[in-house]
């Protein structure tokens, strides 16, 4: 009798460890599969009607949850097998039988349960993660009185270390969200997956709520405005004939803007007087006009042209003086690049020589700069790239100063007062 329920236990033992191998195995690919999926090709699945897809997404919004379930099977069956093998090996080999235990469980533990899985998964994280939702959802489920005990510890444990949860905390995640897609737009682009536009039309759009007006509004000294006081016929070529279809329209000083004329309601407004141009009231025919902080970031903005119906608006600082204007076309340009139509005076602003070296005007925006050329200079500190120079430099140049930073040498090259009007800018790899 002893001899046959040894058999037996021959037979059994070395079954249930297989069996509690191929549970480690399944809970380690889930693991992997579950936690590396692409969250927006899954959402992608959910939209279309795949009824996995979006359990995949359930059980991956509760991820505490369900990582401890997963750790907590994965280890219960681990800890099963190797005592399982122990008591065999001991069974047959005596004391010596714990070092052969030890050493044949790591090696199945090791190989079978936890880098074949997890390497499968990795290749097929998609098609694993379906498979293996529905299964999982039933131990999640049987474990979860135990996984609740579980956090409940380490949250203890974590608050007595002054260690505070961020489950709450939208910015935070936030954050890590917007950091993993710089991080996969990065990625690609290096892999030749996204042209370079589109890489900066991708960041500008995360950028989108960290930069401001200021950094990209056509400043005061280049907006071309009316003077009220003018003839009304000199006022008239003058909108006409601008490049620009909304004017400032001033009055007494520069500073005091009284409204907004735009070409098309002035031309209305020409066509019922029959050529008595001296009847045209300027300020009737001009809108009100909108101004805005120059701290507001591009985002707002942006939603507050399409709120307004608007396109048109004027920059001021913290003491109401007018810094500039803002279109709908400028935040646009920042996403899409450059926009010209048959109206657009032809400048080339960056001009690049045949040496590599480069001839740009110094209120051309770092942005630009970077956008045009594909280098990154900051623009934390300054947003033009006379302001830069200015700013690392710590002094107005002089016409024919030379400063070397952030891997450039920046000449000045003319000067207008104490503006920089042109920066020759040569790579120092060059």
């Known amino acids: 009798m002893e001899t046959v329920d040894i058999d037996v236990e021959l037979i059994i033992l070395p079954l249930a460890i297989l069996l509690l191998l191929l549970l480690s195995a399944f809970f380690s690919g889930s693991e ?9 090709r899954l959402h992608q699945m959910e939209q279309s009607g795949n009824h996995r897809a979006g359990l995949v997404n359930r059980l991956r919004d509760k991820h505490t949850k369900l990582i401890s379930a997963i750790l907590l099977g994965n280890n219960l069956v681990n800890i099963l097998a190797s005592s399982l093998a122990t008591s065999i090996f001991i069974t047959y080999f005596g004391d010596i039988g714990v070092a052969y235990a030890t050493l044949v469980m790591t090696v199945l533990v090791l190989v079978f349960a936890e880098v074949l899985p997890k390497t499968v998964a990795l290749r097929r994280t998609i098609p694993v993660a379906l498979f293996v939702a529905p299964l999982l959802q039933p131990a999640i489920f049987l474990l979860s009185p135990i996984v609740m005990s579980i956090n409940y510890i380490v949250d203890t444990t974590l608050s007595l270390l002054g260690i505070k949860g961020h489950d709450g905390d939208t910015d935070t995640l936030t954050d890590a969200a917007q950091d993993e897609l710089r991080g996969a737009i990065e990625l690609h682009s290096e892999d030749a997956g996204v042209i370079m536009h589109e890489r900066y039309m991708l960041d500008t759009i995360l950028d989108m709520d960290e930069v401001d007006l200021a950094e990209i509004m056509v400043h005061r000294k280049n907006v ?3 003077d009220g006081a003018k003839p009304v016929r000199e006022i008239i070529d003058q909108v006409l004939g601008s490049p620009y279809t909304r004017l400032p329209l001033w ?11 735009h070409a098309k309601d002035l031309l209305r407004a020409l066509i019922p007087l029959d050529g008595d141009y001296e009847k045209l009231d300027f300020e009737a025919i001009a809108v009100e006009p909108w101004f805005v902080p120059e701290t507001t970031t591009l985002r707002s903005q942006l939603n507050a042209f399409l709120d307004r119906k608007s396109h048109f608006a004027l920059v001021v600082d913290e003491y109401g003086a007018l810094m500039g204007l803002v279109t709908l076309e400028d935040i646009l340009e920042e996403i899409v690049g450059d926009i010209a139509d048959e109206h657009d005076l032809a400048v080339s602003d960056i001009r690049m020589l045949k040496d590599g070296r480069v001839i740009t005007k110094g209120d051309v925006t770092i942005r630009d700069i970077n956008r045009q050329l594909n280098w ?5 500190e300054a947003a033009t790239i006379a302001g830069l120079v200015i700013h690392e430099a710590q002094i107005i140049p002089d016409i024919g100063q030379a400063f070397l930073f952030h891997g450039y040498k920046f000449e000045v090259m003319r000067k207008e007062h104490n503006q920089i009007t042109e920066l020759r800018i040569t790579p120092l790899e060059l």
């Open 32 to 40: 992997t599969a579950l936690t590396g999926a692409s969250r927006a």
């Open 251 to 261: 009055k007494d000083n520069p500073e005091n803007i009284i409204g907004v004329v």
């Open 224 to 226: 071309e405005m009316v």
């Open 376 to 380: 990154s200079l900051p623009d934390e």
